[in-house]
């Protein structure tokens, strides 16, 4: 990690590498950069391999749900309302006759959407927070501490459930009110990281250099806490995807006939004695993203934590 | 060390001001008018003159910052006001028959989650790499990557629904209470199990438990003397958070197995706009958090005389 960062620093005094610069750049790198590092480590983990391919399938299906998807996933049969699966219907289809495998493929774009979208949200916000105050320190840093105090003594479900019920169901308003809840931690963590990352002798000699706070800020504080953003990101989407299916599941979450999980959850567990099946496939699928999210974070966790280094 | 908890009180009683605030415009931007005033079924039978009355009797005719000190006058004397969804109910009436139903729930699942959850870390580090260490993390992976309301649906349809074992709704019998606090417990057993196991695991490796190998103490006397004592400390650390989320798992549980408790009065009253009650539930949640993150950090410097109070 030292090694690359060194380097980027004597290019940032002027500008191009010369020859015998980035010769030796990339000697090093190859030797041990912090992501071919991390990426070699992560490659060993199988469990986290398992987790990214089942999330690759998840986002494969989200980008051609309209191809892969048998149904379409609003189209209602009241012929067939409440099947048990069957070869027609792989999972049954539901109250309104819609077919529930279309809808869970349909259901991973909803997912998958609020999930990276909210922790967009939630990363700029806690970088460009956290930095401000880990970087500056005094008041700013007193401010924006104290604001995140607060947000943290919040009960967070609570709290999201108290915003759904004042701004109202839907795909927009529950993607501001989960990054409003969310962002406290990343800037926290942004900010504990700039603490220590700002003392080390490779920032006292860009700012030496005169190289201004922005360029610091942006060009060798923040690639240094990727890793850490990169794993907290890791464990935010899938909680995003959770709070999305329990608020959804509680009613407050996403407007039917939006395909959520969460919704089909509901739907599934006001008959769950008669028609398993329509709890029974979203739970499942639902379970098995946790999991695959569970698998890779630890493994992205491992692999990019400096502590953990071996 | 009382200087820091006097600090960390005043401190917590700043926050939960603010909380208050907010949750308290955020329930009055709420649409639609609490009391079903403006319902049109009953804007019929609502003369004027009633209309009036009913405004003035819960102060909803004055602007609503006068509103939050009159609430905040009565809140500071003890009086939670009226509860807008239970007519003629006071708040702490209610709370008083909800709590002890919830209380009783989470101390339960809570005391066995921590216990069962530290054994279970103990011993799959101490049979680390064994099969008896592959099964607990098994069972602790599910735990994390199940949401609740996903296990609770499972848990009904297996010992409900098709072995008939323990009814599917209620409080107050043993059978009724089984699976609730199986919900609630498994998944701050699993977040338990693998931080002590982690944390038992970065112990042994240390000089010190070498060195009590090398002396030739026994096994055993190694691990309870040497490893546990001084593993068993991070783990206090996310006993806080984890206790707060399961606030958030009795929302789920409450609802699904319709137990007559406090996190389901929260949702009955956010659907209500019963902001007496939105009021009350949150100062109370926020309290909890805020009094249980302080609780750890004290006993953390307690057990730890390595840390020091700033």
Do not use: C
């Amino acid at each position: 990690m030292d090694s690359t960062t060194s380097t980027q620093d004597s290019r940032a005094a002027d500008g191009a590498p010369t020859a015998a610069e980035t010769d030796l750049n990339l000697k090093l790198r190859r030797q041990s950069s912090l992501w071919s590092d991390a990426f070699r480590r992560l490659r060993r983990n199988k469990a986290s391999l398992v987790g990214l391919a089942i999330i690759l399938i998840f986002v494969l299906m989200a980008i051609f749900a309209d191809v892969i998807a048998p149904y379409d996933p609003y189209k209602t049969d009241f012929a067939a309302v409440r099947q048990p699966p069957s070869v027609q219907h792989l999972m049954g289809t539901d109250k309104q006759g819609r077919d529930i495998l279309s809808r869970i493929i349909h259901g991973a774009r909803v997912s998958l959407a609020i999930g990276f979208a909210s922790q967009v949200l939630v990363a700029t916000i806690g970088i460009f927070l956290g930095s401000l105050a880990g970087y500056y320190g005094g008041w700013v840093d007193t401010v924006i501490m104290r604001v995140t105090d607060i947000f943290y003594a919040f009960p967070t479900f609570l709290f999201l459930i108290i915003l759904m019920a004042a701004f109202g169901r839907g795909f927009v308003n529950l993607l501001f009110a989960l990054a409003f809840t969310a962002w406290v931690g990343l800037a926290r963590l942004v900010r504990g990281q700039m603490l220590q990352l700002k003392q080390r002798e490779f920032i006292e000699s860009s700012r030496s250099l005169g190289a201004s706070d922005a360029r610091i800020i942006v060009r060798h504080l923040i690639p240094n806490l990727l890793g850490a953003v990169i794993v907290a990101f890791s464990f935010g989407v899938p909680g995003a995807i959770l709070a999305e299916t329990g608020l959804s599941f509680l009613g407050i979450g996403l407007v039917p006939p939006t395909p959520s999980w969460g919704i089909m959850l509901n739907d599934g567990f006001a008959v769950l004695r008669s028609y398993p099946h329509m709890a029974l496939f979203p739970g499942l699928v639902l379970a098995l993203t946790q999991l695959a999210f569970l698998f890779l974070g630890d493994g992205l966790r491992d692999a990019l934590d400096p502590r953990m280094k071996r | 060390m009382w200087q820091y908890i006097v600090r960390r009180v005043l401190q917590a009683i700043f926050t939960l001001f603010v909380l208050s605030l907010i949750t308290f415009f955020v329930a009055k931007v709420t649409p639609g008018s609490p009391l079903g005033l403006d319902d049109p079924e009953n804007a019929a039978k609502i003369t004027p003159a009633m209309r009036k009355q009913l405004l003035e009797q819960y102060d909803l005719d004055k602007p609503v910052p006068v509103q939050y000190v009159l609430w905040f006058t009565k809140f500071i004397r003890g009086d939670l006001g009226l509860s807008l969804t239970y007519r003629n109910e006071h708040v702490q009436d209610i709370l008083a028959r909800t709590w002890p139903i919830s209380a009783q729930l989470g101390l339960i699942a809570a005391l066995l989650a921590i216990s069962l959850g530290t054994l279970l870390g103990i011993v799959a580090a101490v049979y680390r790499n064994t099969f008896i260490d592959y099964a607990s993390m098994f069972i602790a992976v599910i735990g994390v990557a199940v949401p609740s309301f996903v296990l609770a649906i499972g848990l009904i349809l297996l010992f409900s629904l098709t072995l008939h074992w323990f009814p599917v709704t209620g409080w107050g019998t043993p059978e009724r209470m089984v699976m609730p606090i199986l919900v609630l417990m498994l998944g701050p057993l699993a977040t338990t199990a693998r931080f002590t196991r982690a944390s038992m695991l970065e112990v042994i490796k240390q000089d010190y438990v070498r060195t009590a190998r090398a002396k030739g103490l026994l096994e055993r006397v190694v691990i309870l003397r040497h490893v546990l004592k001084n593993a068993l400390i991070p783990v206090i650390t996310v006993a806080g958070p984890t206790l707060a989320g399961m606030l958030t798992g009795s929302v789920f549980v409450e609802q699904i197995f319709t137990i007559p408790g406090v996190a389901n009065a929260f949702v009955g009253a956010i659907g209500g706009r019963d902001y007496p009650m939105i009021m009350a539930q949150t100062i109370i949640f926020g309290g909890l958090v805020i009094f249980m993150n302080l609780a750890v950090d004290v006993a953390y410097g307690i057990i730890d005389p390595r840390i020091r109070y700033s």
